[in-house]
């Protein structure tokens, strides 16, 4: 029984290479966060030996009295977390959730109607590649001139098409949807409704984003974005479809659950239970108003750098490049060079292709989690700033990085490891 360094060095020094990345760079990819000492220590324990087909006192292997334990704790903890009468925690990851949430109410040929991706909405919410794409008939709604989805071509859609279900959630959005509205929408064409928070999970569970499982059918969601837990995906719903949810997991999707990983998202669900937490959604929250002010500051306005819908009231904000010399690609690799990471995005009606794209999308989760306090979110911004204007050129990029290294040394991460 090696360690990792004696056993596999190639595989340790990866690690030990990523784990150097992630201390020494600002990670604001909006779906990223990090997950505590705690929570890696549950993912990395001896549960990831177990095999325990079914659900906790109904598994189809012996020796399951641990894992039920841990897997029991785990349901009530996000249950009671998010008010829900039904809980799932078994899901590998947030598509899985999906999957396995989409055909428990609905059959392949259906119409579901959800956010284009193009404007915001996820691969599982009808992608052409996608299965839901592939096996469902899809209907898309959109975002409109201001950048808000267009709540009327929703119930339009609904009307005409009759969908099945109807799919609120988004990957790329900064603003909050109007839950009642879906519901409405809903009901008045005898559709399922499917709230995925994956991204937003964290806020609600702070109570600082509306609660959609007191809306919805069924509620998806991840847990390693604002949720801070392992990587992973839950769901959420009303008793009445906690049959065909669980059998649709397994054995409908997934075989033997991932014990290790439930037993970690259980500890996030105590962490995110917390004040700590709320305080952390808190200045998550406010760094990405400061972001997005600062983007819409005139030297950037000047340099064509704009926000879409004019601002945020979640943990990201959307850069429009539209009308700036750089597209994504290049912004994204400006801000990789002076050490913050992102990720480019397609804005709606993107005149650029999907691989370089005019935008960029920017989250604050994981600086937060740091530490960020407001007046180094104000400092993150401004040099996010500085590095997306036509004056950058290899000196600034120096000092600018310089900048970078000051706030990763003033939050250590992971200090312990
Ligand atoms: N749903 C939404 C809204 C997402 O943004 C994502 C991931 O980006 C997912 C689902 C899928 O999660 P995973 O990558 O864990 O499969």
Redesign the pocket.
Known sequence: NQSLHALDPEIAAAVDAELHRQQTTLEMIA?ENFAPVAVMEAQGSVLTNKYAEGYPGRRYYGGCEHVDVAEQIAIDRVKELFGAEYANVQPH??????QAALFAIAQPGDTILGLDLAHG?????GMRLNFSGKQFNVVAYHVDSAGLVDMAEVERLAKEHRPKVIIA????YPRQLDFAEFRRIADEVEAYLWV????FAGLVAAGLHPNPVEYADVV???T??TLGGP???IILAKQEFAKKLNSSVFPGFQGGPLEHVIAAKAVSFKVAASPEFKERQERTLAGARILAERLLQDDATAAGVSVLSGGTDVHLVLVDLRNSQLDGQQAEDRLHEVGITVNRNAVPNDPRPPMTTSGLRIGTPALATRGFQAEDFSEVADIIAEALLPTFDEAKAESLKARVTALAVKYPLYPEL
């Not at 959630?169 to 790329?172: C, L, R, V």
């Not at 995925?196 to 991204?199: L, V, Y």
């Open positions: 779906s990851s947030g598509a899985s959730a999906n909405g996820h691969l599982t919410h959630g988004w990957s790329a995925d928070m994956a991204h998806t969601s991840t390693h974005k990587r992973g995906g």
